[in-house]
Nanobody, 123 residues
Framework: QVQLVESGGGSVQAGGSLRLSCAASGYIDSTYCMGWFRQASGKEREGVAAIDSDGSTTYANSVKGRFTISKDYDKNTLYLQMNSLKPEDTAMYYC?????????????????WGQGTQVSVSS
């Protein structure tokens, strides 16, 4: 059974940085993509960044140049480095795995989800 556990969230001031981690356990198909999604209060969940098995990445326009997704294959851990944080980045951040072969930020393509970690950015 696949388990995804996020950590690293917290409260920071605008302009600050955080690094989110997602520890994966269980069998995850090597062809799966992994991604980060977020949901702000009162809004729908949106894709933030994703990485495929070859290391190719895609980002939402709102985070390009500020966020970096990466994966440590030895540790089976996904990361999201978030720099130059803005108040509008405040949300619950979720890790997801799935989307066989397709690098996408469409949440319907992802099968497995973590419980989320809260990020709050104050102005």
């Amino acid at each position: 059974q696949v388990q995804l556990v996020e950590s690293g969230g917290g409260s920071v001031q605008a302009g600050g940085s955080l690094r989110l981690s997602c520890a994966a356990s269980g069998y995850i198909d090597s062809t799966y993509c992994m991604g980060w999604f977020r949901q702000a209060s009162g809004k729908e969940r949106e894709g933030v960044a994703a990485i495929d098995s070859d290391g190719s990445t895609t980002y939402a326009n709102s985070v390009k140049g500020r966020f970096t997704i990466s994966k440590d294959y030895d540790k089976n851990t996904l990361y999201l480095q978030m720099n130059s944080l803005k108040p509008e980045d405040t949300a619950m951040y979720y890790c997801a795995a799935g989307s066989k072969w397709i690098l996408t930020l469409r949440e319907s393509e992802y099968t497995y989800w973590g419980q989320g970690t809260q990020v709050s950015v104050s102005s």
